[in-house]
């Protein structure tokens, strides 16, 4: 089956630096995507990762590697509206490419 | 350019009852995906169309749950009868191509439906 695991809850202040991991084990793997969602609205894209390596989108940063099966976002000078849950997804070949996502790690950022 | 919009944005229902919920994509999106959301988990796949084929519903409840995409475009979700487990946010999300063939598609999402069902 597939699996896709993140902590379900991290805390940090702000102005650090937080590291959010997603490992999986998925039968096929075509992407990996990080959604931001705040209580009560629709998940946000952060960024997509194909290709082992960083992807850097200003305080926003994304890695991959997949012979691991290994992602981690890193949020950089944390701000009070950085707090929300940070959904992993992976796309699963086959069948016409399913995103399916992990149950999100909700970041709680305090003074 | 406007996102996906849902509607109702909030129901409450009896067990038992019926309900069905609407979906426009993005103009063009080929792909369009129903997604349920129980309060603290992540968005669960129910259906995802491309166009107005189905392509996977296999986390569908079918004995409960239908859906249509009518000419491509626009999608209705229907359960029936309900059960108090349906109760959860119903996301329906939509994307220009079917996902992981290119940077820059990525799925958009509405902004949700919660059923309350008691």
């Known amino acids: 089956g597939q699996n896709i695991d993140q902590p379900t809850e991290m805390t940090a202040t702000e102005g650090a630096i937080v590291q959010i991991n997603c490992t999986y084990q998925?039968?096929?793997?075509?992407?990996l995507f990080w959604y931001q969602q705040h209580a009560g609205e629709a998940p946000t894209f952060l960024s997509y990762n194909v290709l082992d390596g960083l992807e850097e989108k200003g305080r926003f940063s994304s890695f991959l590697s997949r012979s691991k099966g290994y992602s981690y976002l890193l949020l950089k000078e944390l701000q009070m509206k950085d707090s929300a849950s940070y959904l992993c997804a992976v796309v699963l070949t086959g069948g016409g490419n399913k995103l399916t996502f992990g149950t999100g790690t909700q970041l709680k950022v305090e003074l | 350019e406007a996102g996906v919009a849902q509607s109702p944005r909030y129901k409450i229902i009896e067990k038992r009852q019926s309900v069905a919920f609407w979906c426009n994509p993005i103009s063009g999106h080929a792909t369009l995906y129903w997604y349920q959301q129980i309060l603290g988990q992540g968005p669960k796949l129910l259906i995802q169309f491309q166009n107005n084929g189905v392509v996977d519903d296999s986390q569908l409840p079918k004995d409960r749950f239908s859906a249509e995409r009518l000419k491509g475009v626009d999608s209705t979700l229907k359960i029936q009868p309900a059960k108090l487990e349906d109760s959860a946010v119903y996301l329906c999300?939509?994307?220009?191509?079917?996902?992981?063939?290119?940077?820059?598609?990525?799925?958009?999402f509405g902004q949700g439906t919660r059923l309350t069902v008691v």
């Open positions: 998925t039968s096929g793997f075509n992407g």
């Open positions: 999300a939509s994307s220009l191509h079917t996902l992981g063939r290119a940077w820059g598609t990525e799925a958009f």
